[in-house]
């Protein structure tokens, strides 16, 4: 295998990793019904449960933005 090989796969194994991050068997998916009232709650104090959801996912995306950025800066993988 390829030094270049070996870092991709590399790469592939850590996003993995953020994939399974929270598995539902510890977190489980909250229903429809939790998340409206978690929202209500926080509507409540001035807060938005949209907001908490987006910087969440953003968390997530930056640090499989930046695991991607660190494989493809390698001159040789280009």
């Given at each position: ?26 977190f489980p998916?909250?229903s429809d ?35 991607v950025r ?9």
């Open positions: 295998m390829t030094d270049r090989e070996e870092r991709l796969i590399e790469a592939l194994h850590r996003i993995r990793q953020w994939a399974d991050a929270y598995p539902e068997a510890i998916k909250p019904l939790y998340l409206q009232r978690a929202n209500e709650v926080l509507q409540q104090h001035g807060m938005s449960i949209d907001r908490i959801a987006a910087d969440c996912m953003r968390h997530v995306i930056q640090g499989v933005g930046k695991i660190e494989v493809l800066q390698d001159d040789s993988l280009s």
